[in-house]
């Protein structure tokens, strides 16, 4: 019988999610709307057990408040069987406006977080001003899964993904 190249999925504990989280930077939140759920890409930083990031007004943050918690995912893909996917689910919260978030202690690492990301963050020197509105959202569950291809015999292997 011939060797085939079969994929092997797992799921990863905290650690490993938490690290696929902090290497990258660019994430989706999926929140519920009237007619469904929608998914946006936001530009992110994950400081201890918080993901930061920055938006701009609009559907989204007319529609969270109505149900506070979101779902935020990131995936890490190098090939079809070469991937992670997280997914963690928690409360959304944003800075009240008008809010120094220098001066909130609890937002600051955040903050800086941020600026570190995208310098110029807050300044005459932002790159993208329109973005106001600071917000985060608790890990409070976190799951993740990869998939890497593992050579097998035809016929073996795990079920799908």
Same mark, same amino acid.
Not at 96 to 110: A, F, N
Not at 126 to 137: E, Y
Not at 150 to 161: D, H, I, L, R, Y
């Given at each position: 019988?011939? @060797?085939?190249?079969?994929?092997?999925?797992?799921?990863l504990d905290?650690?490993a999610?938490? +690290?696929?989280?902090? @290497?990258? *930077? %660019?994430?989706?939140i999926g929140?519920?709307?009237?007619?469904?759920?929608?998914?946006?890409?936001?530009?992110?930083?994950?400081?201890?057990?918080?993901?930061?990031?920055?938006t701009s007004?609009?559907?989204?943050?007319?529609?969270?408040?109505r149900?506070? +918690? *979101?779902? =935020?995912?990131?995936?890490? *893909? +190098? &090939?079809? =069987?070469?991937w +992670?996917?997280? %997914?963690?689910?928690? #409360? =959304?919260y944003?800075? #009240?406006?008008?809010?120094?978030?220098?001066?909130?202690?609890?937002?600051?690492?955040?903050?800086?977080a941020?600026?570190r990301?995208?310098?110029?963050?807050?300044?005459a020197?932002?790159?993208?001003?329109? @973005?106001? *509105?600071? =917000?985060?959202?608790? $890990?409070?569950?976190?799951?993740?899964?990869? /998939?890497? /291809? &593992?050579? &097998?015999?035809?016929?073996g292997?795990?079920p799908? $993904?």
């Amino acid at each position: 019988m011939g @060797r085939v190249t079969r994929p092997s999925f797992r799921p990863l504990d905290r650690i490993a999610c938490e +690290r696929v989280l902090v @290497r990258n *930077v %660019v994430g989706r939140i999926g929140y519920p709307v009237p007619d469904g759920v929608d998914i946006e890409p936001v530009h992110y930083v994950y400081v201890g057990d918080w993901i930061y990031g920055r938006t701009s007004p609009g559907a989204k943050l007319a529609a969270i408040p109505r149900t506070p +918690r *979101v779902a =935020f995912e990131v995936d890490e *893909v +190098r &090939a079809l =069987f070469e991937w +992670r996917s997280v %997914v963690v689910r928690g #409360p =959304f919260y944003t800075l #009240p406006s008008g809010t120094d978030p220098y001066r909130v202690v609890d937002w600051q690492p955040g903050v800086q977080a941020l600026e570190r990301l995208v310098p110029g963050t807050l300044t005459a020197e932002d790159p993208v001003p329109l @973005r106001t *509105v600071i =917000f985060r959202i608790h $890990a409070v569950d976190m799951t993740g899964r990869e /998939a890497s /291809a &593992a050579a &097998a015999t035809a016929g073996g292997g795990e079920p799908g $993904a």
